[in-house]
């Protein structure tokens, strides 16, 4: 039970992440066109999306260090990336 426990919380802890990253990753590129400094803009993202995600897998790596629990955490960190790609793609209207 302990051990399902922490593989659902492994899942819902790396689908979190994942929505922070892509997520920002989003806000930022979507912010983009209207920044005076793109780059500066871009890198802050990068650095505030890579240290709070990395942050939380360090966490859910946890002190006893148990990797499939990592494992894990990293496939439900990708699975939101999918799923956030085909629900954030650009809709193409159709011509007349």
């Known amino acids: 039970m302990i051990d399902l426990m922490s593989g659902l919380l492994a899942v819902l802890s790396g689908a979190v992440l994942?929505?922070?990253?892509?997520a920002g990753l989003w806000f930022t590129l979507r912010r983009l066109p209207e920044q005076?400094?793109?780059?500066l803009w871009v890198f802050g993202s990068f650095t505030l999306?890579?240290?709070?995600s990395m942050t939380?897998?360090?966490f859910i790596l946890g002190p006893d260090r148990h990797?499939?629990?990592?494992?894990?955490?990293?496939?439900?960190f990708i699975a939101t990336r999918v799923l956030l790609t085909r629900r954030l793609r650009p809709v193409v209207e159709p011509r007349s």
Do not use: S
């Not at 005076?36 to 780059?39: L, Y």
């Not at 999306?49 to 709070?52: K, S």
């Not at 990797?67 to 439900?76: D, E, K, M, Q, S």
């Open 67 to 76: 990797l499939p629990r990592l494992g894990v955490a990293l496939l439900a």
């Open 56 to 58: 939380g897998f360090y």
């Open 18 to 22: 994942g929505l922070f990253y892509y």
């Open 36 to 39: 005076t400094h793109p780059a």
């Open 49 to 52: 999306r890579l240290a709070v």
